[in-house]
């Protein structure tokens, strides 16, 4: 697995860890469906997202497999126990008259201005995941041929094509920022980096995001992941198949990638509304 999704479950058992030693259960090896459901009840009374308290749940059904395979825990509740009712919500999307306002929203009196915009265009162009675009490394970029190389999870490549806008900002950010962030570090293999040559962090991305997204007055609750987001809807609603976006996202299994369909279904219904006589 990534490191971050290592990372991500490791943290999702020790707050189950916490919780267990806080009196939430009495018998961690045999929990009951009523044991775990309070332990949803409690992920949501914490105030995390239906998306972050599936993984939870993902986290501990491994967690009772491996107890399973070590002969500790007999065949755990917790595979009885289904995901929330929102583990296939929609994923919050941008209109595209919104995407345009965020990658405009970047100044030219900003101080980091080429590479913001780079990044924002980089973001929509590719549909990539946050951890990929900050480890975008210069090796992958291939701007005359237009597309770059995406390192996903589990370290698979992909390749994905670049959109002129994204090309043009790449380039002026090559030609004119990059070289003065990374004069005392002329060997910095990253695409976006910050003073000094450092490579730019999530946790940088994910600032940068909402505060662009604010100059654009929209909503605080976007993040990189809504350009991934947006990036896949509106593929689908120009008529891509969903195959080709699959592809495009790194998505292992379609299944994940069919979340995306109900633009397809909106886009019908608005034919149907349209042009039926009874529509």
């Known amino acids: 697995m990534a490191v971050n999704t290592v990372l991500a479950y490791g943290a999702d058992l020790e707050r189950y860890a916490l919780w267990v030693a806080g009196g939430g259960l009495a018998d961690y090896?045999?929990?009951?469906?009523r044991d775990l459901s309070h332990y949803l009840s409690y992920l949501r009374d914490e105030g995390l997202a239906p998306a972050s308290a599936a993984r939870h749940l993902v986290a501990l059904k491994m967690f009772y497999r491996f107890l399973r395979l070590e002969e500790r825990a007999a065949p755990a509740s917790v595979e009885?126990?289904?995901?929330?009712?929102?583990?296939?919500?929609?994923?919050?999307?941008?209109?595209p008259e919104s995407v345009e306002k965020l990658l405009a929203a970047p100044l030219a009196t900003d101080r980091f201005y080429l590479r913001d915009k780079a990044l924002?265009?980089?973001?929509?162009?590719?549909?990539?995941?946050?951890?990929?675009?900050?480890?975008?490394?210069?090796?992958?970029?291939?701007?005359?041929?237009?597309?770059?190389?995406?390192?996903?999870?589990?370290?698979?490549?992909?390749?994905?094509?670049?959109?002129?806008?994204?090309?043009?900002a790449l380039g002026n950010y090559l030609g004119d920022l990059?070289?003065?962030?990374?004069?005392?570090?002329?060997?910095?293999?990253?695409?976006?980096?910050?003073?000094?040559?450092?490579?730019?962090?999530?946790?940088?991305?994910?600032?940068?995001?909402?505060?662009?997204?604010?100059?654009?007055?929209?909503?605080?609750?976007i993040s990189p992941h809504t350009l991934r987001h947006s990036f896949a809807t509106h593929l689908?609603?120009?008529?891509?198949?969903?195959?080709?976006?699959?592809?495009?996202?790194?998505?292992?299994?379609?299944?994940?990638?069919?979340?995306?369909?109900?633009?397809?279904?909106?886009?019908?219904?608005s034919i149907h509304h349209k042009f039926h006589p009874r529509g």
């Open 120 to 168: 924002l265009e980089t973001l929509y162009a590719t549909g990539s995941r946050a951890s990929e675009v900050v480890n975008l490394k210069l090796a992958d970029l291939h701007l005359d041929s237009g597309f770059c190389k995406c390192h996903g999870k589990g370290n698979k490549q992909r390749i994905v094509p670049l959109g002129r806008p994204a090309v043009k």
């Open 80 to 95: 009885l126990l289904s995901s929330p009712a929102l583990w296939e919500r929609i994923p919050q999307v941008l209109s």
């Open 236 to 269: 689908l609603a120009g008529g891509a198949d969903l195959r080709t976006v699959q592809e495009l996202l790194g998505h292992a299994n379609i299944r994940t990638t069919q979340l995306y369909t109900h633009v397809e279904r909106d886009r019908l219904r």
């Open 29 to 33: 090896l045999h929990p009951s469906i």
């Open 178 to 221: 990059r070289p003065k962030l990374t004069r005392t570090a002329p060997d910095a293999p990253w695409v976006f980096v910050s003073r000094g040559g450092r490579r730019l962090t999530r946790e940088m991305l994910w600032i940068l995001i909402k505060k662009y997204a604010a100059r654009a007055g929209l909503s605080t609750k």
